[in-house]
Nanobody
Framework: QVQLVESGGGLVQAGGSLRLSCTTS????????MAWFRQAPGKERGFAAY????????FYANSVKGRFTISRDNAKNAVYLQMNWLKPEDTAVYYC??????????????????????WGQGTQVTVSS
């Protein structure tokens, strides 16, 4: 069973930065696609960023493009989300998600939360105006 643990959330003023971390105790982390999703109160869980097992392939939601950067360190079994120029509308619980690579489907459904097998418990990010 793969366990994902997020950290790094907190309270920050608009325009500030935070770096979220997600670590796993699972084996073969380098073969997982990883993603960050977020869920604001009263809203569905939405896609934020994705990094394939081949870490050079990344995708971002339009709302975070240019401000957020996803990266991974396979030696540390970790994936990160650097969030800059934060806005109040970025306030949400942020979840780390992972799935085993699929050589047939590749990056298909990278933004669909139902396409991921493993989830962390979430970390709260609050951006004040």
């Amino acid at each position: 069973q793969v366990q994902l643990v997020e950290s790094g959330g907190g309270l920050v003023q608009a325009g500030g930065s935070l770096r979220l971390s997600c670590t796993t105790s699972g084996r073969s982390f380098e073969t997982y696609d990883m993603a960050w999703f977020r869920q604001a109160p009263g809203k569905e869980r939405g896609f934020a960023a994705y990094a394939s097992w081949v870490s050079t392939v990344t995708f971002y939601a339009n709302s975070v493009k240019g401000r957020f950067t996803i990266s991974r360190d396979n030696a540390k079994n970790a994936v990160y989300l650097q969030m800059n120029w934060l806005k109040p509308e970025d306030t949400a619980v942020y979840y780390c998600a992972g799935r085993p690579r699929n050589m047939m489907s590749g990056t298909d459904r990278y933004a669909d939360p139902n396409a991921y097998e493993f989830w962390g418990q979430g970390t709260q990010v609050t951006v004040s105006s």
